[in-house]
C-alpha cells in the first residue's frame, strides 16, 4: 500500500522524516542495509528522483553511507543516531507546548492532563 503524505509539505522531506524515524526507533539497526531506491518508491508510489534526493540529504546528515554497488546503510555511530532522536523529540515537545501556549494552556493544566493520562 503507498503512503500517504500530507500536501503541504515536500514528499523528499516526509519520506526523510519517515526513515529518519525507522533508524530512531531502530527498525533499521545500525550498519544494516535500508531498502533500495526503487523498492522505496515502489512501496511509496513516488518517482524514484524523489526517493534518491531523500537519501541523499539523509547520506549529508551522517545517518546513512552507500557502499559502492552493495546499497546504502544505516551508520553505525550511536551518538549520531542519538542526537536525531534528541532533536525529533525536542522538535515535538516543542510543537505541543507552543500548541499549548496557543490554547492558553498553562504548566499546571498540562502537567495534570500528563498525569492523567498516566493512570
Given at each position: 500500500m503507498a503512503w500517504s503524505f500530507d500536501r503541504h509539505t515536500p514528499v523528499y522531506l516526509q519520506i526523510m522524516a519517515r526513515i ?100
Open positions: 529518519r524515524n525507522e533508524i530512531i526507533k531502530g527498525t533499521y539497526k545500525p550498519h544494516s542495509q535500508i531498502p533500495s531506491v526503487r523498492q522505496l518508491a515502489l512501496e511509496a508510489a513516488v518517482n524514484p528522483n524523489t526517493v534518491q534526493r531523500a537519501l541523499a540529504d539523509l547520506e549529508a546528515e551522517g545517518l546513512i553511507y552507500s557502499e559502492s554497488t552493495a546499497g546504502r546503510f544505516v551508520t553505525g555511530d550511536t551518538e549520531l543516531i542519538a542526537a536525531a532522536k534528541h532533536r525529533a523529540a525536542k522538535e515535538f515537545v516543542d510543537g505541543f507546548l507552543s500548541k499549548a501556549k496557543e490554547l492558553s494552556i498553562s504548566k499546571a493544566e498540562l502537567t495534570k492532563m500528563i498525569e492523567e493520562e498516566k493512570e
